[in-house]
């Protein structure tokens, strides 16, 4: 049996391992598990796309093969983002697989290394990765907490902080509510302090980011 599925039964899914290999060729896999040890990145290997689909654990970084028998590397990368996986996904490439690799980016691959690689390279291409992942996740925890917030906030509150996103003043919206505009005030103000935003343009901010009202275009 492959020593790294081996592995992976003992608790290679565990959570301090944030990079998973995916490789049929097992040389590669003990290779890159033990070059990535060497600097402090803890990784688990898989010997096919199925074997790793299979894994609960949620990957921030995958280091996937673009040719391997049964899924092919394009394969996984699109049911991970049928999974709607928060993976950064590295291609691994032999020669000739340039336009597979192309695909991969256009698709959302983070980067592709073609083999025989550097692994300077390499190890550069997955702190990268990393750090990425980890803006992504903390951008994720903000959004979650930003979405509870907003759930708080009562029905008018919650139309109110749309209309001034909208650009409406207090006498616009309150005539639109049918209620005054002072307290239409002290409405905006209570949803402010429960979203957490200290002026106006961190509350448009946030709802754009909640999908109040679209962004405005870039200059």
């Known amino acids: ?7 992976n039964d003992r608790g290679g899914n565990s959570p301090d391992r944030e990079i998973a290999i995916v490789d049929d060729d097992q040389a590669l896999r003990e290779s890159l598990v033990w070059l990535l040890g060497s600097v402090g990145l803890e990784a688990a290997a898989f010997a ?43 291609m ?8 597979m690799a192309t695909q991969a980016l256009k698709n959302g691959a983070f980067d592709f290394i073609e ?28 959004q979650q907490e930003l979405n509870r917030r ?30 005054s505009a ?3 005030e002290v409405y905006r103000q209570k949803a402010m302090k429960t979203l957490g935003a200290n002026n106006l343009a961190e509350l448009v901010r946030q709802a754009v980011a909640l999908g109040l009202v679209a962004a405005l275009p870039d200059a």
């Open 1 to 7: 049996m492959d020593t790294s599925l081996q592995e």
């Open 92 to 99: 691994m490439t032999g020669h000739g697989d340039v336009p």
């Open 115 to 142: 083999k025989p690689f550097n692994h300077q390279q390499l190890i550069d291409s997955l702190q990268s990765a990393l750090a990425q992942a980890q803006q992504r996740q903390q951008r994720n925890l903000q």
């Open 48 to 90: 096919d796309g199925e074997h790793f689909l299979a894994s609960p654990h949620s990957w921030k970084v995958v280091l996937l093969d673009v040719r391997m028998p049964g899924l092919s590397g394009l394969q996984v990368q699109q049911l991970l983002a049928d999974r709607q996986a928060n993976a950064m996904v590295i």
């Open 182 to 184: 002072k307290t239409v």
């Open 150 to 179: 907003f759930a708080m906030l009562r029905p008018k509150e919650q139309q109110i902080i749309r209309l001034v996103a909208q650009g409406m003043t207090s006498r616009e919206i309150a005539q639109q509510m049918a209620i």
